[in-house]
C-alpha cells in the first residue's frame, strides 16, 4: 500500500515494524524529546481490544466514526501519540489504519499493544507533518487531534494534512480553543507563580478535574507535564480554523462544542455555521463544561471539496 510519496520512500526504514523517518525540524524534535519522556496519552494498563471497543462503544461521536471507518477505508491518526485511538478503530474491522506520530517512543507502546491484541492492519508511521511524506488524495478521514498547537505552525500544518486527505473525505481537527482553555491558562499561571514547586504541583494537579480521576502514575504524568510544561503551545478560534478551511477547500460540516449549541455526531452534520454570536457563546460555554475542564479542546470537521486539479493529479 502507497502510504508514502515516492519520492520520500527511501528515506523511511523498517524499525521492529515501525517505518521510520529522521526528522530534522528544530520545533518537531525538541516537542518530540518532551514527548519521549512521558508519551501521551499513555495506558491504564488494563486495556486490551475489548476495552478499547468498549470506549468508543459508550462515546456516541466515536462510535459514529467507528461504524463509518470499519470497513474498507484509509484513515490516519496525525500526531497518533500512543495510538489508542487508531487502535480502536483497527478492532474489529478490515480498513487501513496508520498511526503517525515523530515521537517513536509513543509508536512502540502503540505497536506493543498491537501485537498482544493480534491488531494487524494498523501501520506505524514515524514522520513529521513538515516533512509531508504521506501521499496527497488518499485518505478517507484525516484525524488530527491536540497536535497542531504543539507544532512550529498550526495554520500551515493544516494545510498540509488537508492534502492527504479524499475527495469528499473527512477531515476532523482538534486544536486548544482561545477561550475554552482559559480554566487551564488560570491553573498554568498558579503553576508559574508558585515557580514549579511542589505545592504548585499539588494545588494544580488538585484543581484539575481530569487528574482528580483514576488514572495510572504514567496516564497522570503525561497529562501533567502535556498540559503545564509544554514547550510549545497556542490556541485559536473556531472562526480561525474555519478559514483554515476555507483556504483548503474543505466545506465545514460541524464541530464540538457545536455552533449552533445541538451536539452532533459526524453522520449528522450538516455544515450549520451559526452565527458569529452564536459561536462565541459555544466558545464561552465550554468553560462551564467538561470540555473548558479537561484542557479546552474544541473538535472540527469538514468534508474536502470536489476539485478537478486534484483528481486529475492524483
Ligand atoms: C498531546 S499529544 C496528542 C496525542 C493524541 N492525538 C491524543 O489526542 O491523545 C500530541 C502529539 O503530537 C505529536 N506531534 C507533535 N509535533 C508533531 C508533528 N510536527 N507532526 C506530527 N505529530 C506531532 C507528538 O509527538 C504527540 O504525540
Redesign the pocket.
Known sequence: MNIIKEAKKSKFINDNGILSSKIDDRT?LE??QF?SEAP??NYQGYENSFVLSEIVTENNFLNDLKNHVRFNKRFI?????TCQLSLAMAVGGNSLIVA????KE?LKLGKEFAEKNNISNVVFLNS???DDDVQDNFFDVVWC???LH??KDSKK?FEIISKWVKKDGIIIVGVYNTIGRLRTNFRQLLYKLLRGSDFGKKLVSFLDPYLRKNLSEEKKLAWFR?QYEHPVERKHSIDEVMSWFEENDISFLGSIPSTNFEFKNISQMNGDKGTYLSRLFSQLAMLLSNLGGEGGLCILVGKKNFNEEVISSN
Open positions: 518537531t516537542v518530540s514527548y501521551f496519552p491518526e496525525v500526531g497518533s501519540g503517525m506520530d515523530p515521537t509513543s513529521d507533518i513538515f487531534s491536540g497536535v504543539h507544532t500544518g502535556d
